[in-house]
């Protein structure tokens, strides 16, 4: 399993915890709003493991939320960028090379409903989704 996140000590415990439960994990320290980074996370876990069969996009922040009159532009961008731009760039780079490669399966957990359609017959809601190749 490739495990994904931007702070190192987060990382390493999940790692920890994979491989203490018998599993085998790679980490890689990747800030899910910038596209440069998460470009990396395909080409990343097939060098690691040789393919992809599923992607757990299990993306969500809250830093500094609040309630509309009172979350400043800031917060609202970085939660907005991660939450939602972070999940549509995880999915666009990783959904290809899942396919490619075999796998079928993309997991999405959403924190916020989204009713915008990022790809084809894909949706984001409250609830999990799922995406399937072919």
């Given at each position: 399993m490739l495990v994904v996140d931007r702070d190192l000590v987060s990382?390493?415990?999940?790692?920890?915890?994979?491989?203490?439960?018998?599993?085998?994990?790679?980490?890689?320290?990747?800030?899910?709003?910038?596209?440069?980074?998460?470009?990396?996370?395909?080409?990343?876990?097939?060098?690691?493991?040789?393919?992809?069969?599923?992607?757990?996009?299990?993306?969500?922040?809250?830093?500094?939320?609040?309630?509309?009159?009172?979350?400043?532009?800031?917060?609202?961008?970085?939660i907005f960028d991660v939450n939602v731009t972070g999940m549509h760039l995880t999915c666009k780079h990783v959904i290809p090379a899942l396919c490619a490669n075999g796998g079928d399966t993309c997991q999405i957990n959403a924190r916020y409903t989204i009713r915008k359609q990022l790809l084809t017959n894909f949706f984001l809601t409250r609830q999990n989704s799922s995406v399937r190749c072919g």
């Amino acid at each position: 399993m490739l495990v994904v996140d931007r702070d190192l000590v987060s990382l390493q415990e999940t790692e920890d915890r994979i491989t203490r439960a018998g599993g085998s994990a790679k980490s890689l320290i990747v800030d899910i709003a910038v596209e440069e980074q998460v470009a990396k996370i395909a080409p990343a876990c097939i060098e690691a493991f040789g393919f992809i069969d599923i992607l757990h996009n299990n993306v969500g922040i809250g830093t500094g939320d609040g309630g509309v009159t009172s979350l400043d532009r800031e917060a609202w961008e970085r939660i907005f960028d991660v939450n939602v731009t972070g999940m549509h760039l995880t999915c666009k780079h990783v959904i290809p090379a899942l396919c490619a490669n075999g796998g079928d399966t993309c997991q999405i957990n959403a924190r916020y409903t989204i009713r915008k359609q990022l790809l084809t017959n894909f949706f984001l809601t409250r609830q999990n989704s799922s995406v399937r190749c072919g």
